[in-house]
């Protein structure tokens, strides 16, 4: 056993010397040979750099005893973020000449900042046309939607936009979109590096171009010898397609406005106004009128108003007997000064338009009163004329035959005449009647210039002699000038409401009549009227006559409804001075007719008769005369709507309130045949209900109390609806 152990300790004391003579060895060989790894130097680059090949940033190597081999591959391990930043690390590992692994390791440090940012392309400006078109940059085209970027390696890019609308008008829109891109991987929110903005214009435009014409001319006369007032309607063109109205404006020195309205006071001339018509972002539309001003002073005629002579006998077959009578009177023997106020002179007096007629001649046909014309024209063509009763007698000259035939009075040939009245046939005095023909006609005007100048003319006196000498010679130069213009006559009813227009020259030119008036605004309209309309809204009467469903529409809008009513009522208790609307007296065309009498307010209304000419005898053309608001005219036509009771019997029911006007309260007295349930409603003039009651009446005279706690001034309406019946009236409170 002892024998094993000591065995043991031999061998083990074996093995240790071998080891230290190992170790030895070992020691002296590591002082034998030399061994080193070199490592490239840490690297910063940016993103943009290259990093697909890293080998530009060096490679390891190792030396032994000065001689230097490469290290081989490195293990590479890429700690980069999103946006291509981070750190790169690049490891060699080999194993020196003793058996141990040596490594060394290289960072490269990878930032993302660049130099210059990236480089965008952003969208256009670009016009859109129409009201309302899709600006979503979706349906945009390319260049113009959205912003677009090269690059990117080392950024993160996003957009945004925001938009801000700026409205001119109606046609014309501006949309300021501002673009943002965002470098997420380059922001600073500190100083905002990283953000990228621009703005891009979007115009909406309406470049539908408005259509309208201007009238080529409009004449008016100047009778002051200098100028003229021009009252024209103001140029109207539709709304635009988007929905707003047009801008119009005039460049007329004259006018009172600037607007689209060219009326004011225009010298003797000619004058072109141009009207402008902005639409759009700033496009216009131009259209120009001739404003014709003729001087149109006429001279004052005055002359004698009744001349009385007598016949001169005469012989006209030569037989010596006396069988005809005669006497010649001038124009101007009949003149009592007439004058021109613009100073034309020299006047000419004639019997007619033809300045050549400057005597008539009467024979024993014009014994008795004739009727006769002096006209007055001055040296610039103005005429005008006044009538002379000239009154011819047969005295002293015993002319046989001789006596003033008898006159059937008759319409003037080429006139035309009518009436014009109201429903009851009342005559309107003074109602205007004008009578205008259709189309302009054509008026020529000639002028005359004298001038004069010296030639030179030759004689041969009593000598033989050839002579020379200066005469004065002259030129007569005549200029024509053609003008259109419009004839217009008018006149005024007499106090039987008859009218006359004669003297009329057109004969074969289409023509129109029409017919105005005004009165006082509150004449013939009064609570009656207010009591009638209320009637008709509430079902208990029809209208069987066109004129009362006219005379309703109050404010003229084809319809007859509260608002009708209110506006009454206020005209009625004085709240307002007027009503609305353009007419207040419509004259219609007394022919025409409708099918059912509410069609009056759907069908154009006719106020003016066309005729296609002039003719000898034209038949009379009448005028019907309708106030609006005078509803209650024509009792007559109106039928009542009246409700059956449930049972069917004849019942009567008697409904009267007083006082009225009242302030607080009032009592209404109602006599019924039955009992029966009673309902009491009120309404102010806007048409809301301001009182309900119910009672139970009893069969005899029933006295029901009502009182009014609003703070309300004006007229009320009521309605009591009685068993299957209803009864309505008017109220006016006071305070």
Not at 152 to 181: A, E, P
């Amino acid at each position: 056993m002892k024998t094993n152990i000591y065995a043991r300790i031999y061998w083990l004391g074996i093995f240790f010397l071998i080891q230290s003579v190992s170790l030895l060895q070992a020691k002296d060989a590591k002082s034998a040979v030399s061994f080193t790894i070199n490592c490239p130097p840490n690297a910063y680059v940016s993103c943009h750099d290259e990093l697909w090949d890293l080998s530009a940033y060096g490679n390891a190597t190792y030396t032994i005893n000065y001689h230097t081999y490469s290290a081989g591959n490195p293990t590479v391990q890429y700690n980069l973020n999103s946006c291509n930043a981070g750190t790169i690390t690049r490891t060699w590992t080999v194993e020196d000449p003793y058996w141990n692994w040596v490594s060394c390791t290289q960072t490269i440090y990878v930032s993302s900042g660049g130099s210059g940012g990236p480089l965008i392309d952003w969208p256009e400006d670009i016009e859109l046309t129409g009201c309302n078109p899709n600006t979503n940059p979706y349906q945009l085209p390319d260049p113009n939607n959205y912003p677009t970027w090269e690059g990117g390696d080392c950024s993160m890019l996003g957009r945004s936009y925001s938009d801000m609308l700026f409205t001119v008008n109606s046609q014309c829109k501006k949309i300021m979109r501002t673009w943002k891109v965002l470098d997420w991987c380059n922001f600073s929110p500190s100083n905002g590096y990283g953000i990228y903005t621009k703005v891009q214009i979007i115009y909406i435009v309406n470049n539908t171009a408005p259509a309208f014409t201007c009238p080529a001319e409009i004449t008016v006369n100047a009778f002051n010898c200098k100028d003229a007032e021009l009252v024209t309607a103001p140029l109207t063109i539709d709304p635009s397609v988007c929905g707003g109205y047009y801008e119009i404006i005039n460049n007329s020195k004259y006018a009172k406005s600037k607007s689209n309205n060219i009326s004011g006071i225009y010298p003797v001339g000619t004058h072109k106004v141009t009207y402008t018509v902005k639409y759009g972002c700033g496009k216009t539309k131009t259209c120009t009128t001739n404003v014709v001003v003729k001087n149109a002073s006429r001279p004052t005629p005055y002359c004698i108003a009744q001349l009385v002579t007598t016949l001169m006998p005469v012989d006209t077959d030569g037989d010596g007997k006396i069988d005809n009578g005669m006497v010649e009177l001038w124009a101007k023997d009949v003149n009592k000064g007439s004058y021109s106020s613009c100073g034309f002179h020299p006047l000419k007096f004639s019997f007619s338009k033809n300045v050549a007629e400057t005597s008539k001649t009467f024979t024993c046909a014009n014994v008795g009163s004739n009727k006769v014309q002096m006209w007055v024209t001055d040296s610039k063509g103005g005429q005008e004329y006044c009538e002379v009763e000239v009154i011819i007698q047969n005295n002293g000259a015993n002319i046989p035959d001789c006596k003033p035939k008898p006159v059937t009075p008759v319409d003037p040939v080429y006139s035309q005449k009518g009436n014009v009245l109201t429903l009851t046939d009342t005559p309107l005095h003074n109602a205007e009647i004008t009578l205008k023909y259709k189309d302009p006609i054509i008026k020529y005007t000639s002028t005359f210039d004298t001038t004069e100048t010296l030639e030179l003319d030759s004689f041969i006196n009593l000598s033989g002699h050839k002579l020379y000498r200066y005469i004065t010679v002259k030129k007569i130069t005549e200029t024509k000038d053609s003008t259109l213009q419009f004839i217009t006559k008018k006149v005024k009813t007499n106090l039987e409401g008859k009218y006359l227009l004669d003297s009329l020259a057109l004969k074969g030119k289409a023509l129109e009549l029409s017919a105005t008036y005004k009165d006082d605004a509150r004449k013939n309209i009064d609570n009656k009227d207010v009591e009638l309309l209320t009637k008709f809204l509430l079902g208990d009467v029809t209208f069987s006559s066109y004129h009362q469903y006219l005379a309703s529409d109050i404010n003229e809008d084809g319809k007859i409804d509260i608002t009708d009513q209110n506006l009454l009522m206020e005209f009625v208790t004085g709240t307002t001075s007027s009503l609305p609307g353009i007419y207040q007296w419509y004259l219609l065309d007394k022919k025409a007719t409708y099918t059912k009498p509410e069609d009056v307010l759907k069908q154009t209304l006719p106020l003016v008769v066309a005729l296609d000419s002039l003719k000898a005898l034209n038949p009379a053309v009448d005028f019907v005369a309708i106030k609006k608001g005078n509803i209650s005219i024509d009792p007559g036509s109106l039928h009542e709507n009246v409700v059956e009771s449930r049972n069917n019997a004849d019942l009567t029911v008697d409904v009267k309130a007083y006082p009225n006007p009242f302030t607080d309260f009032l009592t209404f007295e109602i006599a019924s045949d039955i009992d029966q349930v009673a309902a009491l409603r009120m309404y102010n003039a806007a048409g809301q209900e301001i009182l309900q009651q119910n009672h139970v009446l009893l069969k005899g005279v029933n006295e029901v109390n009502a009182q009014l706690t609003q703070d309300y001034t004006g007229l009320i309406l009521y309605t009591w609806t009685i068993g299957s019946q209803r009864y309505s009236g008017t109220l006016s409170h006071v305070k």
